[in-house]
Each structure stands twice: as structure tokens, then as C-alpha cells.
């Protein structure tokens, strides 16, 4: 699990350099955004969309395969980002974003 923790650093490090922002917000997933064990979702928001790095589950025959995913959607499907105080919300937004 160190090293999927490691990869998804890496590439939320190459997110930042690129958009020149650290993440808006990183909220630990857990089992209402994607199954297997917690790792970070980052989230950016540029002026028009919202891009988030974070695992992506394979519930394939293997159990929980990990993958990362890079999501960027257009921020008018959710606009407006729940209070940090909200983790129901918080798992919806994240869902609406990288489920379209």
C-alpha cells in the first residue's frame, strides 16, 4: 500500500508543477468513494473545471487492485465544494466528478 501512497504523491506533486497550485483540499477516501484501503484524493479547481488525483479500485477477481486516476470534469456539474466539516458531501462531489 506504500508504494500506491508513494505514486499517487508523485503524481499529485506533477498536478501541482503543472496547474502551479498546491491542492484546494485532499480528503482521505474511504468505502462511499472508492473501495479498498483509505488513500488521498487531491483536488484542484481551475476557473472552469475540478481535477482530482486519487485510487480508483479494480474489483476484479483479485481482490482490491488500486489503480490512480486523474479526473478533470467540468466544474458546473458540482460547483460548489461542501465544507471540509461535511464528508457525506465531500464523497458526493468527489463521486459527481469522477463518475461522468
Sequence with gaps: MQECAEVLDRAADAV???LGAAPERTVTSD???VTGPPMPHRIWR???HAVIVGPHAD???YGYLTH???AASP???APHM???DDPEGMARWIEAHIDW
Design 68 to 70: 490512480l486516476q486523474l
Design 46 to 48: 481551475t476557473a472552469t
Design 16 to 18: 501541482a508543477a503543472h
Design 75 to 77: 466544474l458546473s456539474m
Design 82 to 84: 461542501p465544507l471540509a
Design 59 to 61: 474489483n476484479g477477481p
Design 31 to 33: 468505502a462511499a468513494v
